[in-house]
C-alpha cells in the first residue's frame, strides 16, 4: 500500500504496470468478502427451503420466488393466482420512494443552488450546516421525527397557536410521515451531488441566456438544468435506492399499514416467525429492480454524452 | 463632431464602484449609430464592467447610460435590445451550433423551425453552415468564436458588445477575422462596440476609439487621431511604438517650446496651453518619423552614435544613442531602405526630424 505514493512525479505510469495488481489487491479482496460474498450467500439462500425456526434447509427449490408472485391457497393445492400482496408493497414503496425523491429533489435543487453560488469561502461552512443533523444517527432523528409531528407534538401546536388549523393534524402512521421520514433522512444525497454540478457549472452561460432574451426560468429549464442534468440524476439515485429499501422510516413512521419492502425484507430475518429464502428472495428481486433503474440511467447518459461530446 | 447620424449609447458621467474600490471614475461617452467603436486599454483598466453595464449585467452606481435617447437602467438584461459576444463565447454546450444560433430568436417569439430557418442563414455569415448539427465542443476555437458572433448577430440586436473576442485566437486567424468583422459589421449596419487591450487591433478596426487607463477615459477620436496627435504621455506610450523623453522646457517662443532632452541637445516643437517654461514633461516622436543620415539633414537633426540594428521583416529599427544624452529608436521601412544607406553599430550618424514629428505630452 504504502508504494501507491512513490507513483508520482515524471514516472512513466508504465513503471508500475507489473506491482498494480498488488497494490489493488486488498481493495478487491475487501470488495469480493463484502460485497460480492454476501450477495452470493444470498442468492442462494433464495434458492433454499424455509426452516421452522429461522435459517434454512439445504434444498434447492424456486418455492421462495412462487410465495412472492403466487398464491396456492392455504395447503398450497390451489390452482396458482397471482399474489397481489408483496408486488402492491413493492409498488407502494416505489411510489413512496419516488415521492420521497421529488420532494428532495424540489428542496435540495433550490438549497444546492443557493450553496454553490454563495463566495467560496462560506460554501464549506454550508455544506457543513447541511451534514451536522447526519452526524445523529439515523434512529434517534427518525424518532425525534415522530415527537416533532405527532398530534401533540411542535408542529401541530405550532399550527393550531397560528391558527392555520384548528384540529390537529394526523401525520403519524400516514404515508405523508414516511415521505417526509425518507425525504429527511437522506436529503444530502441529493444536495451534495447537485451542489456539485452546480458548483462546475459556468454561470456565463446564465448571462449568455439572459443576453439573449431568456427570463430567469427559461434560463433555467434550457440552460442551467440540462448543464447540471449529472448532478440531479446521481442525487435522485442516491436517494431513490435507499428510500426503496429504507424500514426505519416505514417502520417508525408509518405504523403497521404503511408497509414497505425494507419492513418486509427485515421482518424475514428477525426472531423465530421469520422466512429467510422468501427473505432472499425478496432482496434479489429488489436488488434486480434498483440494478434496471441504474443500468437505465447510465445507459441515457452514456448516450447524451456520446452524442454531445460532454454533456 | 458631426451630429447628423443619431446616438445609439450615450453614457454620461458613468461612476462603477465595488464596495470602496471604484472600477469607473465618471466615464461619459456617446457612441454614434452604425458605428465600429473600440474601447482599448490596458488590462483592468474597466472595459469589460463599461461593457456590463451596457449589457445590463451590472447596475451603474451613479451617472446613467442611455440606448438610442431611453435610459436603460432598471431593465434587465434579456429585456435590452444588445447583445454580447462574450470573451470566452459561454457557448451552450449541451445545444447544436444551429440551436444556440437560434437561441435568441426563439426567446424573441420565433417558432422553433422560424428560429432553425434564420438561425440557418446567419450561419451562412459565418460559413459555419456545414457544422450546425455539431456541438460547440467539437469546433475549434475560431468556429466557436464565429459561433459566438452568428449566435449573438442573429436576433438582430441595435447593439453588438464584443469583449476582445478575437484574444484567444492565433496571429493569422486575428487579423482574418479583424476583416471579417468589419465587413459584418458594414453589412449588417448595426453598431459594434468592441473592447480590446491590443492597439494594433483597434487601429485596423475602429471609426473611433476610446482610450482607457484605470477606469478614466484618456482619450476619444478616430485611429489617425490618436496615433498622430496623442493628449497625454499614457496614450501616446500605449498606442504604438515611440520614442517617450523626459525633456524640460527652455523656451517657449511664438508658439514654439524648446526643449533640452540632457547632453547638450534640445529639439524644437509646437507648445501645447498648459505646459510652462521650466516644467519636466515628456515628449514623444514615432520611430518611423525620424531618419538618420551621414550629415544633418531636415529640421532638427541630433548627432549620435549607432548602438543595435534590429530586422522586424518589413522594417529595420535602428538604436541611436545621442551623444551624452537618450536613445532614439528609428524605423526605417525596408522598401524604402533600398536607396538608404544602413549604419552599422559604432558609426556616426545624424538622427533627423521635420517640425511636428516631436509631441509635447501632458501627464
Ligand atoms: N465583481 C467585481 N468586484 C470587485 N472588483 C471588480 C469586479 N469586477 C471587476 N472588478 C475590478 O474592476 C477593474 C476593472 O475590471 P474589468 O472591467 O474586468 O477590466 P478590463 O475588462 O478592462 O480588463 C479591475 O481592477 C477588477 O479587478
Ligand atoms: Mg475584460
Known sequence: MAGGSTSGGSVKADTYAGVRHWLLAPSWLVLLTVVVGPLCIMLIYSFLTKEFRGGVVWEFNLAAYDKFFFDRGLFGDEAPRIEWTYISIYWRSILQAAIATLVSLLIGFPTAYFIATRPTTSRALWVFLITIPYWVNLLIRTVSMKFLLRDQGPLNAFLLSTGIIDQPLTIVNTDVAVQLGLFYSYLPFMVLPIYAAVEQYDHRLSEAAADLYASRWIALRRVILPAVKPGVIAGCILVFVPSLGSFLAPDLLGGARNFMIGSLIEDQFKGQAGDWPFGAAASMILLSMVLIVLIVAARRQARAKAAGGEV | ?363
Open chain 2, 1 to 363: 463632431m458631426n451630429t447628423e447620424s443619431p446616438i445609439a449609447i450615450d453614457v454620461r458621467d458613468a461612476v462603477k464602484r465595488y464596495g470602496e474600490f471604484t472600477a469607473l471614475k465618471k466615464i461619459s461617452l456617446s457612441i454614434k449609430d452604425n458605428e465600429f467603436f473600440t474601447l482599448l486599454g490596458p488590462s483592468g483598466c474597466g472595459k469589460t464592467t463599461l461593457l456590463r453595464m451596457i449589457a445590463g449585467f451590472e447596475d451603474v452606481t451613479e451617472g446613467q447610460i442611455y440606448l438610442y435617447g431611453d435610459e436603460i437602467e432598471g431593465l434587465p438584461p434579456n429585456k435590452r435590445p444588445v447583445n454580447t459576444v462574450f470573451q470566452n463565447y459561454a457557448l451552450f454546450p449541451h445545444m447544436s451550433v444551429l440551436d444556440n444560433v437560434g437561441f435568441g430568436l426563439e426567446m424573441r417569439g420565433a417558432s422553433k423551425s422560424d428560429a432553425r430557418r434564420r438561425g440557418g442563414e446567419v450561419l451562412e455569415l459565418v460559413q459555419l453552415s456545414q457544422f450546425a448539427k455539431r456541438k460547440p465542443s467539437q469546433l475549434s476555437g475560431g468556429q466557436q468564436q464565429r459561433v459566438a458572433l452568428a449566435r449573438a448577430l442573429a436576433p438582430q440586436p441595435k447593439v453588438l458588445l464584443l469583449d476582445e473576442p478575437l484574444s484567444a485566437l492565433d496571429l493569422k486567424l486575428r487579423k482574418a477575422m479583424q476583416i471579417e468583422l468589419k465587413h459584418l459589421q458594414r453589412e449588417t449596419g448595426i453598431t459594434f462596440i468592441f473592447v480590446t487591450h491590443d492597439q494594433e487591433e483597434a487601429l485596423t478596426m475602429s471609426d473611433r476609439i476610446a482610450v482607457m487607463s484605470a477606469g478614466e477615459l484618456q482619450q476619444l477620436g478616430k485611429a489617425r487621431d490618436i496615433y498622430e496627435r496623442p493628449h497625454n504621455k499614457f496614450v501616446a506610450d500605449f498606442i504604438g511604438e515611440t520614442n517617450l523623453l523626459e525633456v524640460s522646457v527652455d523656451k517657449i517662443d511664438n508658439g514654439h517650446a524648446i526643449c533640452h532632452l540632457g547632453g547638450g541637445h534640445s529639439l524644437t516643437c509646437n507648445a501645447v496651453d498648459g505646459i510652462d517654461v521650466g516644467t519636466r514633461v515628456h515628449i514623444s516622436v514615432r520611430p518611423e518619423k525620424l531618419f538618420t543620415s551621414d550629415a544633418p539633414s531636415g529640421v532638427e537633426s541630433l548627432k549620435g552614435i549607432v548602438k543595435e540594428n534590429i530586422y522586424l521583416g518589413t522594417d529595420l529599427s535602428t538604436i541611436i544613442n545621442l551623444d551624452e544624452g537618450p536613445d532614439f529608436t528609428v524605423r526605417t521601412s525596408n522598401s524604402e531602405r533600398g536607396n538608404k544607406r544602413i549604419f552599422e553599430p559604432g558609426a556616426q550618424v545624424f538622427v533627423n526630424m521635420e517640425m511636428g514629428a516631436a509631441r509635447l505630452l501632458v501627464d
